[in-house]
């Protein structure tokens, strides 16, 4: 299952605490950066779920891994617009920055790695 997956329970994790963070950002930023941090980290978790569902098709289940590193690396910009903003503090970006690391990190073993998952 999906769920069992470690690049899924580290990005969910990641997605959590992103979610938290953002409850104290400005009300101005309700349809801006908290809508985008929220979106782009909640839908690696998506990616990886919608690829483990395809991972019989090889080439598909890549591109959603692929899509789920791609909404990780946004994940990280937007910690960046945080941090520019003062809406995080340095220790808080570098720690959430750490973990979109690990999650890519772990995204890349998949793509490299996609047979070690496949149902074949």
Not at 4 to 26: C, D, H, N, R
Not at 62 to 69: E, M, N, R, V
Not at 93 to 117: C, R, T, W
């Amino acid at each position: 299952m999906f769920k069992e997956l470690k690049a899924y329970q580290k990005g969910f994790q990641l997605a959590m605490k992103i979610f938290e963070v953002t409850k104290s950002f400005p009300k101005e930023e309700r349809f801006a950066l908290i809508d985008q941090m929220r979106r782009s980290s909640r839908s690696v978790c998506a990616n990886i779920a919608e690829g483990y569902r395809k991972r019989l098709y090889v080439k598909h289940f890549i591109t959603k891994l692929s899509d789920a590193d791609m909404e990780n690396t946004e994940t990280q910009v937007w910690l960046d617009f945080a941090l520019s903003c003062t809406y995080i503090s340095k220790e808080v970006h570098d720690a959430l920055l750490e973990d979109s690391l690990e999650v890519g990190k772990l995204l890349g073993y998949m793509i490299q790695n996609p047979n070690k998952f496949s149902k074949r």
